[in-house]
C-alpha cells in the first residue's frame, strides 16, 4: 500500500457536506498578478486533466490519481506556496483528499482546518465564506462552480498530512495525490490543469502529448475514474486510432469505396485516420454524398488538413486544380476534410443539393496501393469506430465500389473477448502454513526487498494457462513484482503496467481484474482480499536476456519497493497453474509441513521485511463471557508493535512485552504531538480472530445479544492513581469514524481486583477510568459510560447512537501526559463482555465479574 | 446521623406557601436558657440555644421509638451523642429525659464524632453480646478532615456505649487526609441479626460520592467487612445546581418488603447564610439492586423544603431555612414502618441563628411513598 492511504483512520470524503455552493462574498481584492508577480506564466487548462466518475463503488473505497511531474524530469515544488489551475464542473462543493508525497515519503496537504485561497481564471482573489471545512485528513475544496486557481502556501495552508511518516518534507520528487470516495462522492467533476508555484511551473498540461499524458496525469483507479485530456489549444485535437482499421488496395488500378455514415451530421468535417503503407505518396479524390442523393466534391485549390498520429501539428494542404489531395509517403496521421472546401457536384448523383449535415458516405478513389483506414469522425460523432466491430461487420460500414479490396486488419481488430472462467475452477491451494511476510521498516533508498519462494524440485508449469499463488492481504495492499526463474536462471515478469490488468484475481468464486502495483511490471493484491492470484502466462514477458522456460521452473522471485510500500502484511501459500483444456488446477507448491527455511531465500533489502508461518485466522478466544478482541499477547516487542502503534515522538509514550501482557510507561507532555496533551496507543485491525469485529453472540435462547461493554485487565505499577481511556471507534454509515470515549463523572464501571477479590463500582473522572493505586484486575466499562466527545461532533456521520456492530477495529489507549507522567501500568485481555453485571457482595455472587468469567 | 460536607452554596426563595403537618414537642427543655426561636414545624423537642439537637438515628421497637442523636455535653460545648425514647401521648410521640450515651475519645482518632447510626441484631464483642450496634465518624483535628468511621455496640439505648476496637473500621488513606475522608454512616440490616448495608459519604479530592458495603457484625472480633464497595450511581437524580447530582449525607432505609432502598440527601446548593447547610431534602427510591448493579436509576418520591415548613396556623412562621441530614424512622433493623407514608427526621437551622451559637433543631416531616 502507498504510505500515505496506510495511515489516514479519519480521512473520507462525505457527499452530504459536500452539498452546496460556496458564497461568493467580494471579489477585486489582491489581484492575483500582484500575489504572484514573479510567476514566469500564467495557468490555464489547456491540456489539463477532467475527472469524473464512469461508476460508483457499492463499497466504501478510494479512487485516486495522482500526477507525476517527476515523470518529466523531477521538477522541484520549491517556493512560497502552489497554484492550480482548476474548474468544478458541478454546482456542488468538491471535497478532494490531496497530498504531496516526497521523495523521501514525506507528505504534506492542504491544512485542516483552513481554507485554500482562490483566484477567479482573470486572477482576482475571490472569497467565500460558507465552505464547510474538515478538520481532518486533508482536504482540497473546490467551490461549486469554480473556475480559477487554488493557491496553498506551503506555511500557512499546508501541514503534514495524515499518514506521512516522520521524515522532513522535501520539494523534489514530488507527486500530488487526489483522492475522492467512489462510494459517496461521485459527482464529482473537476479539471486539473497547470500547476506552479510562485517562482517557477511545475507542470504545464499544455505541453504534454497525448503519450505523456497518461504518465503525468495517472489514473489508479480506472475501474471507477474518467480522466481525459482536455484540448491543448483552442485548436480542436483529433482523436483516434487505427484499431479495426481497414486495410485498402486497389492495386495498380484506380479504384474507389465508400464509408457508411448513416445520415449522421458532417459538421465542419469529418478526420480521416489513416496510414499510408506505400513509401510513394498517394493521391484520392474525396467526394461526400447526402441521403437525398446531393453529391460535394473537393474544390479544385481549397484547403484540406494533415495532423500527426496526436492530433497535433496541423499542416496545411491544397487540394491540386484536379481536385485531388495527396497523402504524403509513409503518411501514419490525421486526414480533415472540411466541409467549407466541396462544393456541389452535379456530374453525378441526384443532382440534389448536398445536406451536410445528412450524411450518406464519405467517397475515396484513386490509386491505393496500400493504406489503412482507422477511426473516421466528425468533431462531435463518429462515423467508424474499427476497435467496436467484427470482421463480419466490415461490409456494414466500407463499401467497395469497384477496384477495390478492403480488409480488415485482423491484427488491430478486437476479437469478441471470450474469458476463460477462472472462477469456475476448482482451486487445490490453501494458505495454510504459508508465509507471512510484513515491513518491519522503510528506507530512504530505492531498495527493492526480495525473496525466493523455492519450489523443492524443478516443476514443468508448462501446460499452464496461468499460474496461481494463493494469497492474503492480512492489511494494507500489496504491491509487488512477480517473477518465474528457471532452471538457467532465466527470469519472466508481467509485461508491464497494463499487462498486469489482465492478471485476475479469484476470490469466492468471483473474479476481479488485477490493478498495477504503481510500479511498471508490479501488480497490487488489494487489502483485506483472500484468494487466488491468476497470472495468465500470456502476460509474461523476459525480464532478463530470455523469458523462463516454463517447463522447467525452479524459484518464484517476489519484489517490493519498500522505499514506497512498506504497511503491508500479506501471505503467500499454495503455488499451481490452472490447465485451460480440462479447467483444472494443479497444486505444485503444497506449503504444509514445510518451514520457511525449506520454501524461502531472502535476496536483497530483506533486512526489511519479517517473514513468519502462517496459520490461519481463528476465532476470538473467549474467557467466560468475554469475547478477548485485543489479548495483546505477543511473543516480542516488534511483534506487539505490529498491532499496536505509537508514532508521535519518542518519549511520551513507550510500551513493551510484559509477561503475558503489555507494559505501558506514561512519558512527558511532548509540545505540539498529535493528540494534544494526550499519550495515544493504537490498537490496531490487524489482529488475526477473523470474527473481532462481531460484537454480539447467540444466547441461550438463540437470539443475538449485543455486547455490554469494553472490558480489560489492568495492574497499576505506579504509586498514583492511573487515568487511562479505552476509546473506540465506530465506523459510520456516511464513511466516517464517530469516537465514542469514557465520559467523566458520572459514568461508571465495574472492577474485580483479582489479589484482594475485593469488586468495586467506581466513578470515572475527566473521561477516563481510573487503575487505583495498587489495583490489577479486570475492569468493565458499560457502554452506557461511552460518548461521544465534543471535538468528534462535527464529523459527518456523528449521530452519538452507538451501534456497536459497526466497530471499525481500532482501539485507542489514552492517558494525559500531563496528569500521569512517569506513571505505568500493564494491560491485557483488551476485550467486550456480553453478561448482565454485577457487583459481588457478602450476600451474593452471582453476575459478578468473576462469576462471568468463569475464574 | 449525618454530618455536612461543604460546597458552594446558594440562595434559595421562597415564593409560595403550602400545607404542612405540624408537630410539636411535648417534653419541656433539658436545659434552661434562652429558647431557639422555632421558626418552622415539626420540631420532635426542643433543647435551649446552644445545645445541638442533629443528625438522629431513630427506629420504632413495638411502642416505643429511640432517637440517637448530636448534641452538646454543655452548653455550646464539645459535641456528644444523646438519646431519648418517646411513647405516644394523645397520638402523638412524647419524648423522655435526655441521656448522654457516647463521647468522643481522649487520645484516640475518634476525638470528634458524628453523625450517629443505629442498628438493633446479634452482636457479639469481648465475650458479650449485644443488641444494638452504631456506626459513627469522628476525627482527631479541629478542621472538620480526616474523618473515618468507626463501631460501638450497647445492649441499652439510653445508657453508655461500648467503643469497638480502638482503630476505625473505614480509615482515610494518608494519600487523601487532607480531604474529608469518609462519614455520614447509614446502617441498614440484611438479616436482623450482625448482617447488613453499611452506606458511607466519601470526600476525595476531585470526588465525592456516597458508597456501600456489605458486612457481618455478628463476631466483631473477627469482624468481615467487604473490602470493595459500590459507588451509588446518581443516574435520575437532579440537584437544584447545574451539572450532575450528588449523593451526600444520606440516610438509607429499606421498604417494607425489601425490594426498594429510600435515601434521603441533602439537595444541593447549600444555603449562602452559615452555617451553610442545604435548603432541601429529596427522598429518593431505587431498586435495591442499586447497590450492586450500575443499570438502576433512582426515583424522586419526595422533597422537604422551607416552604412546606411554615406553619399556616401562625402567620409570623417563615418556615425553616435550613433542612439538611435527613433521616428515615425505621423499624430496628432499618426498614420502613410502612408501604404508604414514612416520617423522616432532617436537622435545621433558623436564620437568626448566630454564632457560636448555632443550635440545630431536630423536626420530623411525614412523607406519601
Known amino acids: 500500500m502507498n504510505k500515505f492511504i496506510s495511515k489516514v483512520p479519519l480521512m473520507v470524503a462525505i457527499s452530504s457536506l459536500a452539498i452546496g455552493g460556496g458564497l461568493l462574498v467580494h471579489q477585486n481584492v489582491k489581484p492575483f498578478e500582484k500575489v504572484r508577480a514573479a510567476v514566469p506564466q500564467e495557468g490555464d487548462l489547456y491540456g489539463a486533466a477532467r475527472v469524473n466518475f464512469k461508476v460508483s463503488s457499492d463499497v466504501d473505497t478510494l479512487a485516486t490519481i495522482h500526477i507525476d511531474p517527476g515523470a518529466e524530469g523531477g521538477v522541484s515544488f520549491a517556493g512560497a506556496g502552489l497554484y492550480l489551475r482548476m474548474k468544478n464542473y458541478t454546482g456542488t462543493n468538491t471535497y478532494i483528499n490531496t497530498k504531496l508525497k516526497a521523495g523521501n515519503g514525506a507528505m504534506i496537504g492542504p491544512k485542516q482546518g483552513v481554507q485554500q485561497t482562490y483566484y477567479n481564471s482573470t486572477g482576482v482573489e475571490v472569497t467565500y465564506t460558507d465552505i464547510e471545512l474538515r478538520d481532518y485528513s486533508n482536504y482540497l475544496i473546490l467551490p461549486a462552480n469554480f473556475d480559477g ?144 442523393g446531393g453529391r460535394a466534391t473537393a474544390t479544385a485549390n481549397a484547403k484540406y488538413y494533415l495532423y500527426n498520429t496526436e492530433g497535433q501539428s496541423k499542416t496545411e ?152 499463488v494463493r494469497m492474503k492481504a492480512i492489511s494494507g495492499d500489496f504491491p509487488f513484482f512477480f517473477r518465474i526463474i528457471d532452471e538457467d536462471n532465466n527470469m519472466s515478469q508481467l509485461a508491464s503496467n497494463s499487462a498486469t490488468k489482465k492478471a485476475k484475481y479469484v476470490n469466492n468464486g468471483a473474479i476481479i481484474n488485477a490493478s498495477s502495483g504503481g510500479n511498471d511490471h508490479s501488480i497490487k493484491y488489494p487489502n483485506g482480499l483472500d484468494g487466488e492470484l491468476i497470472i495468465p502466462v500470456a502476460t509474461l514477458e523476459a525480464y532478463n536476456a530470455n523469458q523462463a522456460d516454463l517447463s522447467k521452473v525452479k524459484a518464484f522471485q517476489v519484489g517490493i519497493a519498500v522505499f514506497y510500500d512498506y504497511d503491508f502484511n500479506a501471505v503467500f501459500g499454495d503455488i499451481g497453474y490452472v490447465v485451460e483444456a480440462t479447467q483444472t488446477h494443479v497444486l505444485v507448491l503444497d506449503c504444509s509441513g514445510k518451514s520457511f527455511n525449506d520454501l524461502y531465500q531472502k535476496r536483497d533489502g530483506a533486512e526489511f521485511l519479517k517473514f513468519k508461518e502462517y496459520y490461519s485466522p481463528s476465532e476470538c478466544p473467549w474467557i467466560g463471557d468475554v469475547k ?98 479505552l476509546q473506540i471507534d465506530e465506523y459510520t454509515v456516511e464513511n466516517t469514524y464517530e469516537r465514542w470515549c469514557i465520559t467523566g463523572y458520572p459514568a461508571m464501571y465495574y472492577a474485580w481486583d483479582v489479589n484482594t477479590n475485593a469488586e468495586y463500582t467506581f466513578y470515572c473522572k475527566s473521561d477516563q477510568f481510573q487503575i487505583p493505586v495498587g489495583f490489577e484486575g479486570y475492569v468493565r466499562i458499560p457502554f452506557e459510560s461511552y460518548r461521544v466527545p465534543d471535538w468528534c461532533q462535527s464529523t459527518p456521520g456523528v449521530d452519538n447512537e452507538l451501534d456497536i456492530e459497526r466497530w471499525s477495529g481500532m482501539f485507542y489507549l489514552t492517558s494525559d501526559n500531563t496528569r500521569f507522567e512517569d506513571l505505568e501500568y500493564f494491560i491485557k485481555n483488551v476485550g467486550v463482555y456480553f453478561n448482565e453485571t454485577r457487583r459481588g457482595t457478602l450476600f451474593d455472587n452471582s453476575n459478578t465479574i468473576k462469576a462471568n468469567m468463569g475464574l | 446521623m449525618k454530618k455536612k460536607i461543604l460546597f458552594v452554596a446558594s440562595l434559595l426563595s421562597i415564593v409560595t406557601l403550602v400545607a404542612c403537618k405540624p408537630t410539636g414537642p411535648s417534653i419541656p427543655p433539658y436545659e434552661d436558657g434562652e429558647s431557639k426561636g422555632l421558626k418552622g414545624t415539626g420540631t420532635v423537642f426542643d433543647e435551649v440555644l446552644g445545645f445541638n439537637t442533629k443528625d438522629a438515628s431513630v427506629f420504632e421497637d413495638g411502642d416505643t421509638r429511640y432517637v440517637v442523636y448530636a448534641s452538646s455535653e454543655s452548653k455550646n460545648g464539645k459535641q456528644v451523642f444523646a438519646a431519648r425514647k418517646a411513647t405516644k401521648v394523645d397520638n402523638q410521640w412524647a419524648y423522655q429525659e435526655k441521656h448522654i450515651v457516647f463521647k468522643g475519645s481522649e487520645n484516640g482518632w475518634d476525638k470528634n464524632i458524628f453523625n450517629p447510626s443505629i442498628l438493633k441484631g446479634q452482636f457479639s464483642y469481648g465475650g458479650t453480646n449485644y443488641q444494638y450496634l452504631m456506626a459513627y465518624n469522628g476525627n482527631d483535628n479541629s ?98 445546581v447545574e451539572g450532575e447530582a450528588i449523593i451526600l449525607n444520606a440516610g438509607f432505609a429499606l421498604s417494607s418488603d425489601g425490594t426498594s432502598v429510600y435515601m434521603v440527601r441533602d439537595r444541593l446548593p447549600q444555603s449562602a447564610n452559615r452555617p451553610n447547610q442545604t435548603t432541601e431534602v429529596e427522598i429518593d427510591k431505587a431498586n435495591i439492586g442499586i447497590i450492586t448493579d450500575l443499570g438502576q436509576s433512582w426515583t424522586a418520591v419526595d422533597n422537604i423544603t422551607g416552604l412546606k415548613t411554615i406553619d399556616p396556623t401562625d402567620e409570623e412562621s417563615l418556615g425553616w431555612d435550613q433542612i439538611y441530614s435527613g433521616e428515615f424512622v425505621t423499624d430496628p433493623y432499618g426498614k420502613l414502618l410502612s408501604s404508604s407514608k414514612c416520617e423522616v427526621y432532617y436537622s435545621t437551622y433558623n436564620e437568626e441563628s448566630t454564632s457560636p451559637s448555632y443550635s440545630a433543631t431536630l423536626a420530623m416531616y411525614e412523607v406519601n411513598l
Request: aromatic fraction near 12%; proline fraction near 3%.
Open chain 2, 143 to 240: 478542621d472538620g478532615v480526616n474523618n473515618h468511621i468507626g463501631l460501638a455496640v450497647s445492649n441499652d439505648i439510653l445508657s453508655s456505649w461500648t467503643r469497638v476496637g480502638t482503630t476505625p473500621i473505614i480509615q482515610n488513606p494518608e494519600i487523601f487526609e487532607a480531604s474529608y475522608g469518609f462519614g455520614s454512616p447509614s446502617l441498614v440490616s440484611y438479616n436482623q441479626q450482625g448482617r447488613g448495608y453499611l452506606f458511607y459519604a466519601v470526600g476525595e479530592r476531585e470526588v465525592s460520592f456516597t458508597a456501600v458495603k456489605t458486612f457481618d457484625f455478628s463476631d466483631l472480633d473477627n469482624m468481615v467487612l467487604e473490602a470493595g464497595y459500590t459507588s451509588l450511581p446518581i443516574t435520575g437524580l437532579t440537584d437544584k
Open chain 1, 628 to 725: 478477548l478482541l485485543n489479548p495483546l499477547h505477543y511473543g516480542s516487542d516488534a511483534e506487539l508493535k505490529e498491532e499496536v502503534t505509537w508514532n508521535e515522538g519518542d518519549n511520551a509514550c513507550s510500551y513493551r512485552v510484559m509477561d503475558d501482557g503489555m507494559f505501558v510507561h506514561i512519558g512527558p507532555y511532548e509540545v505540539g504531538h498529535q493528540y494534544g496533551n494526550y499519550m495515544c496507543l493504537q490498537m490496531s485491525e490487524k489482529g488475526v480472530y477473523t470474527d473481532r469485529k462481531v460484537w454480539s453472540r447467540e444466547n441461550a435462547s438463540g437470539e443475538k445479544e449485543l455486547a455490554k461493554g469494553i472490558t480489560a485487565y489492568v495492574k497499576n505499577l505506579s504509586r498514583k492513581e492511573i487515568g487511562l481511556t
Open chain 1, 149 to 292: 486557481y487554488v493557491y496553498m502556501n506551503y506555511s500557512s495552508q499546508m501541514e503534514k498530512a495524515v499518514g506521512s511518516n516522520d521524515k522532513a518534507f522535501r520539494y523534489t520528487a514530488v507527486t500530488m495525490y487526489f483522492e475522492i470516495s467512489a462510494k459517496y462522492d461521485t459527482y464529482a467533476d473537476f479539471a486539473i490543469g497547470d500547476i506552479f508555484t510562485d517562482t517557477h511551473s511545475i507542470l504545464d498540461a499544455s505541453t504534454l502529448t497525448v503519450a505523456q499524458f497518461p504518465t503525468n496525469f495517472v489514473n489508479e483507479s480506472t475501474d471507477y475514474l474518467n480522466i481525459v485530456q482536455l484540448p491543448r489549444t483552442d485548436e480542436y485535437e483529433p482523436k483516434g486510432d487505427l484499431l479495426g482499421s481497414v486495410n485498402v488496395k486497389t492495386g495498380s488500378a484506380y479504384g474507389g469505396f465508400h464509408v457508411l455514415a448513416d445520415g449522421k451530421s458532417a459538421n465542419d468535417g469529418v478526420f480521416v485516420r489513416l496510414k499510408n503503407n506505400n513509401a510513394s505518396p498517394t493521391t484520392m479524390l474525396t467526394h461526400f454524398n447526402s441521403r437525398n
Open chain 1, 317 to 468: 494542404y491544397s487540394y491540386s486544380s484536379e481536385k485531388m489531395l495527396t497523402i504524403p509517403a509513409s503518411f501514419d496521421g490525421f486526414l480533415y476534410l472540411p466541409i467549407a472546401s466541396y462544393e456541389k457536384n452535379t456530374e453525378w448523383g441526384s443532382g440534389a443539393d448536398f445536406v451536410s449535415t445528412d450524411l450518406y458516405a464519405v467517397y475515396f478513389e484513386g490509386v491505393i496501393t496500400n493504406m489503412d483506414f482507422g477511426d473516421i469522425a466528425t468533431k462531435e460523432v463518429s462515423i467508424y469506430d474499427g476497435s467496436e466491430i467484427y470482421p463480419a461487420d466490415l461490409t456494414l460500414h466500407f463499401v467497395s465500389d469497384w477496384d477495390c479490396t478492403l480488409a480488415l486488419n485482423e491484427g488491430h481488430a478486437i476479437p469478441p473477448e471470450v474469458e476463460f472462467p477462472y472462477e469456475e475452477v476448482e482451486y487445490l491451494s490453501d494458505i495454510e502454513e504459508g508465509n507471512q511476510v510484513t515491513c518491519v521498516r522503510d528506507t530512504e533508498n530505492n531498495t527493492i526487498a526480495t525473496f525466493d519462494i523455492v519450489l523443492p524440485q524443478v516443476s514443468d508449469f508448462s501446460s499452464a494457462l496461468a499460474i496461481t
